[in-house]
């Protein structure tokens, strides 16, 4: 009788290649479109990002932009902490959701820590690094996805599947947050919650008195027929989709 053939052992997952730390100089405001912006800082260090202030809508970015393969060091200090409140935040309105979307998730940090809210919730985890296939292999994410919210392949896959989406530290790093914005409701189902949480606490402060964060963001989900459920001076902003929203 044939001996049993050992199992096989996993594939390996691809390293992870190096991304640059910022992405191209912007001439116009990624909220609006304007070209009529004013650098925040005094003066620009080479080799490093400012803050910019679109003169129309008022919304603050960092030009340019981090990627989404890194962290600014003021987001990475308090980021359990921030995940951890986040977390809490859906609890108290959302208890006991059966799928929950974290896009950009990296090493899926945010997941690891809201499983101890979510138990019985599915993660799944979207990153445009193989790092998300990392976090599949140690059981933080149910299901990887490796590519961008906007692709249209990843947006048919996963429409109206999720009772909530997260983005950590997203719309502040792609080129387009309007269409990132409807990418994340075009995968939520009607009722489901949305989780943007800011970036850097910093930009907090720099915010006209009684402007949301960022600049248009609750019109922008009330127009796609969303309730926004926090405070226009919180640091994160929560919102539902409604059984009518297109």
Request: aromatic share 4%; glycine share 6%; net charge positive.
């Given at each position: 009788?044939?001996?049993?053939s050992?199992p096989?052992?996993?594939?390996p997952v691809?390293p992870?290649?190096?991304?640059?730390?910022?992405?191209?100089?912007?001439?116009?405001?990624?909220?609006?479109?304007s070209?009529?912006?004013?650098?925040?800082?005094?003066?620009?260090?080479?080799?490093?990002?400012?803050?910019?202030?679109?003169?129309d809508?008022?919304?603050?970015?960092?030009?340019p932009?981090?990627?989404s393969?890194?962290?600014?060091?003021?987001?990475l200090?308090?980021?359990?902490?921030?995940?951890?409140?986040?977390?809490r935040?859906?609890?108290?309105?959302?208890?006991?959701?059966?799928?929950?979307?974290?896009?950009g998730?990296?090493?899926?940090?945010?997941?690891?820590?809201?499983r101890?809210?979510?138990?019985?919730?599915?993660f799944?985890g979207l990153?445009?690094?193989?790092?998300?296939?990392?976090?599949?292999?140690?059981e933080?994410?149910?299901?990887?996805?490796?590519?961008?919210?906007?692709?249209?392949h990843?947006?048919a896959?996963l429409?109206?599947?999720y009772?909530v989406?997260?983005l950590?530290?997203?719309?502040?790093?792609?080129?387009?947050?309007?269409?990132?914005?409807?990418?994340?409701?075009?995968?939520?189902?009607?009722?489901?919650?949305l989780?943007?949480?800011?970036?850097?606490?910093?930009?907090?402060?720099?915010?006209?008195?009684?402007?949301?964060?960022?600049?248009?963001?609750?019109?922008?989900?009330?127009?796609?027929g969303?309730?926004?459920?926090?405070?226009?001076?919180?640091?994160?902003?929560?919102?539902?989709?409604e059984?009518?929203?297109?």
């Open positions: 009788m044939p001996a049993p050992a096989s052992a996993p594939p691809p992870v290649p190096p991304m640059p730390l910022y992405g191209p100089h912007r001439e116009d405001c990624p909220w609006c479109g070209r009529r912006l004013r650098a925040r800082s005094r003066r620009a260090v080479p080799g490093r990002s400012v803050l910019a202030r679109c003169r809508c008022r919304h603050v970015f960092r030009n932009s981090l990627t393969a890194t962290e600014h060091p003021s987001g200090a308090g980021a359990g902490l921030r995940h951890r409140l986040a977390a935040a859906i609890l108290a309105r959302c208890p006991e959701p059966e799928s929950w979307l974290d896009v998730t990296g090493d899926a940090d945010f997941p690891r820590i809201a101890a809210y979510f138990p019985y919730t599915s799944d990153d445009p690094t193989h790092r998300v296939l990392r976090a599949r292999a140690v933080r994410v149910e299901e990887a996805f490796v590519g961008r919210l906007t692709d249209p990843i947006a896959r429409r109206a599947r009772d989406v997260s950590f530290q997203q719309l502040e790093r792609v080129p387009d947050p309007r269409a990132e914005l409807r990418a994340a409701l075009h995968v939520l189902r009607p009722g489901g919650h989780l943007v949480d800011v970036a850097d606490p910093r930009r907090l402060f720099v915010l006209p008195p009684g402007t949301s964060h960022p600049a248009g963001l609750r019109a922008e989900l009330a127009a796609r969303c309730t926004v459920l926090t405070g226009g001076r919180a640091p994160r902003v929560i919102a539902r989709k059984a009518s929203a297109p």
